[in-house]
């Protein structure tokens, strides 16, 4: 009897141990990440914002968090294809992604992209990009009246890119077919890199485009009008949708997320990385030259932030007259 007793004791002892261990490497796991390279995954076109802004972050986050930052790239369905796989890859905190607002919300809403929203760990949110409908420098169309009238005399000829379906470029094209009464051609593209290649080469009349594009372009584009609440600053010349008779205030925020299920210990370092490096006024001052608007969202605030969108873009879309 007292063999077996010493035997329980001893495999309890072990399981005992065996556990702490485990803690242990837990604790030491948390103390020491990130120990190996963290992949950045971009679900982008090369060259577009969400590629130029990581490769601005990219020796920022390598020193700060002492490993390399492997940019990566997933390309296709708007997004969707990327973060599809995001959301599959291992929680482990060496997998991050870009995110965009709306897209990551209004593209589940709409239809099956092999992601849900909530599969997403928001960490930090980091810059905004109004929206402005734009033109080749040598376009027959001067106003969004021109482009309009074109549009009701030749429907569904007049052809506008945008980034993707369902995106925030798809959803401003409907809203103006709707609210203008005229039937434009969608193009959408892998990202925002593709549609202004194909705007420059005369293969869509348009673009629904993102306020960056509109400066470091500045010489070959021409905004037709921003969606925002007033002038956008170095383009005072150019009248806001609302001037042209379009309540429109639409533009896109671009963060960064962990797969759900990923260590506190990742979100909580990660979060100081990419807030620390929002806040530097030289990256601040970088994105105010590159034509983006700097804002700066922790995992909590983002977190609200998609909450706040889901609610309302939820609502927004269920009207069968903006569905294709």
Known sequence: MRTKFLAVSLVALVVLAVAASGECARGNEAERYPTKPITYLVVWDPGGQSDRTARLQQPLLEKALGQKIVIDYKVGGGGAVGWAQFVRSKPDGYTIAGTN??????????????????????????????????????????????????AKANPSKVSIGGVALWSITHILHLHLEKDAGVKMQFVPHSGSASQVTNLLGGHVDAITAYSDDMVRLRDQIIPLAFATKERFPGFENVPTFKEMGFDYEMGVSRGVALPAGAPEYAVKRLQKAFVDIANSPEVKEQMRKDGFVSRTMGAEAFKAEIARQQAFWKEALKGADIKK
């Not at 919300?105 to 992209?113: A, F, G, I, S, W």
């Not at 810059?127 to 409908?133: F, V």
């Open 101 to 150: 607002l709306p897209t990551i919300v209004t593209q589940p809403l709409m239809q099956d992209v092999g992601y849900k929203t909530e599969q997403f760990i928001p960490l930090c949110d980091f810059q905004y990009t109004p929206m402005a409908l734009a033109v080749k420098k040598d376009s027959p169309y001067k106003s969004v009246k021109d482009l309009i009238a074109a």
